[in-house]
């Protein structure tokens, strides 16, 4: 191989932004400019608006292909303009594309966000078939004290605000929320100082805030979401090491905390269930908990409409199966040893307590049920050398509603009407992730060595990251990858050194390389058995390469 094989509301908000930003500006500033001699195509080098002292320059605005007239123009942009006038103007707005290269405050220094490169495209019916944004910064005010705020480039594909330009003109709050196709940011850094740790402090007081990049992506019936899935990258949270909350992370063994979540969900409306396929929180240096359910006699309603009428569709829904996963990244040991700390023993003897208290305590805890003998085995296991647990519910007689659980006043009469499941995976502790973190903690040497058995997925992956693998690409040249923990890739191919990324999508790892996009990602499915990894496309072909402890060529 030459590379292991190629694969809302925040935008729905920039873009009904764009359209609000543009309706604020006065109609005399429009008629100003002579660039409004052609009624459908504006252009606009500069234009303030606000109060004075507190205006907002717009910079470089354009509208391509517009429907409406001069004279609506005029209207749409009055502030004098009657609201009813103004939201027929905007259900008429139909445009090529519509721009504004800047949006800026009149004195950055003094607070307020710089945004760049803000642009509609195909607008028509109260949709956008793509919107964008190049970035901003700034150093808006936070509790009085001057934040520092850079963000990355955003793109949206096929937004409908439809029902929001009719909820507007109707009074209705129904069913209002926009639809968005597809969105991806590169995410923001965000910092800014802790009022309540004193500047003079070790290490100052300044909290950090930033996130690596999210995406997200739905298929809708009508306005009923189908399919949708998406995550967010390394969630970064630091606070200065004196705070308060530095202080418990420090006690942990940690100096900040750095969270990924996935998402991914099916809805049927001919069988109305709803899979739950994953639901994952990862911290680097801690490890993750997913969860997994199937639900039934899922009403439409709860997945659409306000919130009251969410809540109370979902009374109605029935729960199949429920599945957790809790896998451990390093979290379980820097739990121990806080305890231990605090009771004044060791983390060995902390362990060997909590593992004989499970067995004792979890079958009275689960007042007989069939499964508490296998739940406290597998407790046991995790607490005593394990590295995964994986817990599970199902109804006895069929899916349960919800609205039985929830006035269920005897907890132990419920336990009777469920099955319950366990399974542990013991060994050496091992990082464990099933999200699509980039930055998750991997063994040093591949676990299929030390164990002698087949990985798998996420586990498989685990073995890999921080050693190297080695064969031949597809033109027959020698081939070393070496993979980071934070993310990265460094691929020897004769002599030839290309850089990439690899995230984990499930129980995928995609990778890519050079210039590439997220598009242009190579995901594969991986076994691991021994020191030899095998990588398996969508095609169902794999190819094989040797783990090598390390990165023995110092990419």
Not at 463 to 485: H, M, P, Q, R
Request: glycine letters at 12%; aromatic letters at 6%.
């Amino acid at each position: 191989m030459s590379r292991p094989f190629k694969q809302s509301r925040l935008a729905a908000g920039l873009a009904t932004g764009l359209i609000l930003a543009l309706a604020q500006i006065p109609a005399t500033t429009f008629l100003s400019q002579a660039a409004l001699a052609q009624a459908n195509n504006i252009k606009i080098d500069s234009l303030k608006v606000g109060d004075t002292g507190k205006e907002v320059e717009f910079k470089g605005i354009e509208v391509v292909g517009s429907t409406l007239t001069q004279d609506e123009f005029t209207k749409l942009f009055n502030k004098d303009t009657p609201k009813a006038d103004a939201l027929a103007l905007l259900a008429k707005l139909k445009a090529t594309s519509a721009g504004i290269a800047e949006i800026a405050p009149k004195d950055p220094e003094a607070g307020g966000l710089v945004i760049r490169g803000l642009k509609a495209e195909g607008i028509a019916d109260g949709k956008i078939a793509r919107l964008s944004l190049g970035g901003f910064d700034g150093k808006p005010l936070v509790e009085g004290q001057a934040a520092t705020v850079k963000g990355g480039a955003l793109t949206a594909d096929d937004i409908d605000l439809s029902t929001l330009l009719k909820a507007a003109q109707t009074g209705s709050v129904d069913d209002i929320a926009p639809k968005v196709a597809r969105m991806t940011w590169n995410g923001f850094e965000v910092s800014f100082p802790d009022k309540d740790t004193p500047a003079t402090a070790p290490g100052g007081n300044i909290f950090k805030v930033s996130l690596g990049a999210f995406d997200g992506q739905a298929t809708y019936q009508g306005t009923i979401p189908l399919q949708s899935k998406g995550g967010l990258r390394n969630l970064v949270l630091e606070p200065p090491k004196a705070s308060a909350f530095g202080q418990t992370l420090a006690g942990a063994g940690l100096d900040k905390l750095d969270i990924s979540l996935s998402f991914s969900g099916n809805y049927d409306p001919a069988k109305k269930s709803y899979a739950l396929d994953d639901f994952t929180v990862t911290g680097v240096n801690v490890g993750s908990v997913g969860l997994r359910a199937e639900l039934a006699d899922v009403n439409p309603d709860s997945l659409k409409g306000t919130p009251e009428q969410k809540l109370t569709a979902l009374m109605g829904t029935s729960i199949a199966a429920i599945e957790l996963r809790i896998a451990n990244g390093g979290g379980f040991e820097k739990i121990l040893d806080f305890a231990a700390k605090q009771q004044g023993t060791t983390p060995d003897a902390l362990r060997a307590q909590a593992s004989g208290m499970a067995e004792q305590m979890i079958p009275m805890f689960l007042a007989g049920n069939p499964g508490s003998a296998q739940v406290a085995s597998a407790v046991k296991t995790f607490l005593a050398s394990g590295k995964s647990i994986t817990l599970s519910v199902k109804g006895k007689a069929g899916p349960l509603k919800i609205a039985e659980l929830a006035s269920a006043g005897d907890p132990m009469a419920l336990l009777q009407k469920v099955t319950l499941g366990a399974a542990a995976e013991g060994g050496a502790a091992a990082p464990a992730a099933a999200a699509p973190a980039p930055q998750q903690q991997a063994q040093a040497a591949p676990q299929a060595a030390q164990a002698g058995r087949k990985l798998i997925g996420i586990d498989a992956w685990n073995a890999i990251v921080g050693n190297s693998i080695t064969g031949k690409n597809d033109d027959g040249d020698d081939l070393t990858e070496f993979y980071t923990k934070d993310g990265k890739l460094r691929q020897l191919a004769d002599d030839d050194v290309t850089e990439g990324t690899w995230t984990l999508k499930g129980q995928q790892v995609c990778l890519t390389y050079g210039d590439d996009d997220d598009d242009d990602a190579e995901c594969y499915r991986i076994e691991v058995q021994g020191d030899i990894a095998t990588y398996i496309g969508s095609d169902g072909k794999g190819k094989r390469y040797t783990i090598v402890k390390g990165n023995p060529k110092k990419l």
